[in-house]
């Protein structure tokens, strides 16, 4: 199966801060796709995005599908935005089912 | 309301007993998946399925069964628990294999 690397693995920032989260894939993928996991467990579609780059509110996220990577912007971070990030792919030619990262860690402190 | 729900959303469990976690959705989705979460492991991939009477292992099967009769349910059978299945289990589906997943609230399963 692929390998999904995403970084940095924990993050802590001050209310208003921008970050980028990275996500790397050790093969080419179908899918791809971000999601927030909030401090109560809910796991919470944020875009999916196979190639190219969308935006909803404060957040956006930009694929470069031939380079196997993403990237998920948050600008002026607000504590709400605490919690980990995921982001999930599946093999180019497979089974469509999403592996996931391990995703990434952020803090936000007001 | 249109989600996916999952229930029970607590269960504790004595080491060799068995279970069936549910999961259903009104969304008319073909594709569903069981991930199950441990800590620092991310969400690993237990069974899925791309149609109703269509399933499939993901990467952790062993000491799970699924099926699907429905393309609303898909429920997750514990055979013999054991303390290893002490996790949170998340139920997602997906209306094709080209859109976004939607996950249920998840059950916090312990095995003692």
């Known amino acids: 199966g692929i390998q999904v690397e995403q970084s940095p693995p924990d993050l802590i920032l001050q209310e208003g801060a921008n970050s980028t989260l990275r996500c790397n894939f050790s093969d080419s993928v179908n899918n791809l796709q971000w999601f927030h996991q909030n401090p109560w467990g809910q796991l919470i579609n944020l875009f999916y995005?196979?190639?190219g780059t969308k935006q909803n509110g404060r957040l956006s996220a930009t694929t470069v599908a031939t380079e196997r990577y993403s990237l998920l912007y948050i600008s002026s971070s607000q504590t709400t935005d605490s919690g980990v990030y995921f982001c999930a792919g599946s093999p180019a030619g497979g089974s469509y089912i999403p592996t996931f990262g391990r995703g990434t860690s952020l803090i936000v402190h007001p | 309301n249109a989600g996916v729900t999952q229930t029970p959303k607590f269960q504790v469990l004595k080491t060799g007993q068995s279970m069936t976690l549910q999961c259903a959705q009104d969304m008319n989705h073909e594709y569903m998946s069981w991930y199950r979460q441990d800590p620092g492991m991310g969400l690993r991939l237990i069974h899925y399925?791309?149609?109703?009477?269509?399933?499939d292992q993901g990467e952790v099967p062993n000491g799970y069964n699924v099926s699907r009769s429905t393309t609303e349910d898909f429920p997750l059978r514990l055979l013999s628990a054991a303390p290893s299945q002490t996790s949170v289990y998340f139920c997602?589906?997906?209306?094709?294999?080209?859109?976004?997943?939607?996950f249920g609230s998840g059950t916090r399963l312990t095995v003692v």
């Open positions: 995005i196979p190639s």
């Open positions: 399925s791309v149609g109703a009477g269509i399933t």
């Open positions: 997602a589906s997906s209306y094709s294999r080209d859109n976004g997943y939607t």
